[in-house]
């Protein structure tokens, strides 16, 4: 699990602005058809999209998203000149290239749909830096069916040069992303007392999301801010879980607490002193293949320094607080859940079933990749996470380590 804080999706080029700026201090952001702070609540009334499509509140998904679908975005961020005239009525902003911007530190984003309902979704997004592909950043979204971090149904681009949808632009065009022509739609949204403008381009057919970009204009209007997200491709992962189901432990309200530590070290020096540190977790609501848990990280000598909201659900391959329990009874050891992942350079599989000395069955999942390994643990009884370990290289020049290690801590 990431040290930087977890964010709601405003698209997904926001994750790149948090770490174009500060990676503790990502900005809470909402999501085209965000739900809110509540999956049962209402949306904000000032999200753009929602307010010129309302019937996104009650469409279904579109048909080729489904559970286990995962995306991935080329990202980036940078402050240039100011494209955006003071008057900004009916003006558009120009749409740079993620590679043009930053071309030497590639940024990619992969966004797994956790759970779907008829009303509802779950992503859960790992921002990945560097030739090397190292997770920096985890961040759990949800939406509408409708709408999700990647898409929106198709049905609304029907009629658009008729029935115009304020305050929203909308342009029908051809785009070209990761090699491939499209027949797209754009749309562009100016706040109206703010100094942010933002742009989504979306396949005309699907809904898909082809392109994302946020301008934000600074103070003396000579410069801004631009973080932009383009796709890559997508694929459906199978994982071991789809159609199971929660279990029966995963109530809101149901408390969970982590020991843990953090430590880096240095190939010249070795290992530094370790942070203590404590997570506590607290499911907040629950469905049938879906929860959502609060976690705040403690450490010991400062208190609480992050608190986040993380999803669980049958679409995530591995991460989750809880997998459905007939289904991990069913792994092998050596069993391959994602043979390699091509963007990102990952593997996942079962790397070790048994019973150690308390005698309670287990299973743990590794995730390789070039330099990091992410390890789950739970407990085949009731499907529990009852320890995980993140290991990646922070930093290539100095070949700085850094690994957390946290443990279920029972009565």
Not at 24 to 29: D, Y
Not at 91 to 109: G, N, S
Request: hydrophobic share 40%; glycine share 8%.
């Amino acid at each position: 699990m990431s040290r930087s804080r977890y964010a709601h999706l405003m698209c997904l080029a926001v994750l790149v602005s948090c770490l174009a700026t500060a990676a503790n201090a990502a900005p809470l952001q909402t999501g085209l058809g965000w739900r809110g702070p509540g999956f049962s609540q209402t949306t904000s009334a000032n999200d753009p999209l929602l307010k010129s499509f309302p019937e996104l509140r009650t469409l279904p998904s579109p048909v080729w998203v489904r559970e286990g679908l995962r995306a991935y975005y080329q990202a980036a961020a940078a402050t240039v000149a100011n494209p955006l005239p003071a008057a900004r009525d009916g003006e558009k902003p120009p749409l740079p290239r993620a590679a043009d911007i930053a071309a030497t530190t590639p940024v990619v984003i992969r966004t797994d749909v956790v759970a779907m309902a008829t009303r509802f979704s779950a992503t859960y997004s790992t921002v990945f830096t560097g030739d090397l592909m190292i997770p920096w950043e985890d961040v759990s979204g949800t939406g509408y069916a409708a709408t999700g971090d990647f898409w929106v149904n198709p049905v609304i681009f029907r009629d658009l040069e008729k029935k115009p949808r304020p305050p929203l632009l909308t342009e029908k065009m051809q785009f070209s992303v990761a090699g491939k022509n499209y027949s797209a739609v754009r749309f562009d949204y100016s706040e109206a007392e703010g100094s942010k403008h933002y742009t989504w381009i979306l396949e005309s057919n699907t809904g898909l999301l082809l392109y994302n970009a946020i301008w934000t204009v600074l103070t003396d209007r000579k410069l801004a801010h631009v973080s932009v997200a383009e796709f890559i491709s997508s694929r459906t992962v199978s994982t071991p879980w789809i159609g199971g189901a929660v279990p029966a432990w995963v109530k809101p309200g149901a408390k969970m607490t982590y020991q843990g530590s953090i430590k880096t070290w240095l190939p010249a020096t070795g290992q530094n002193m370790p942070i203590p540190a404590v997570l506590n977790v607290e499911f907040t609501e629950v469905g049938q293949n879906w929860s959502s848990a609060v976690v705040k990280r403690l450490f010991t000598s400062e208190g609480a320094d992050a608190t986040m909201t993380v999803l669980s659900g049958t679409g995530l391959l591995a991460g989750g607080f809880w997998v459905p329990r007939a289904n991990l009874a069913r792994l092998k050891n050596g069993d391959k859940l994602d043979h390699y992942d091509s963007v990102v350079g990952s593997r996942v599989e079962v790397s070790y079933v048994g019973k150690p000395e308390d005698g309670r069955p287990l299973v743990a999942i590794f995730e390789w990749g070039t330099k990091y390994k992410r390890v789950w643990v739970y407990r085949t009884t009731d499907g529990m996470l009852v320890y995980w370990l993140d290991e990646k290289l922070v930093d290539p020049s100095t070949g700085m380590v850094q690994q957390a290690e946290w443990q279920l801590q029972e009565d």
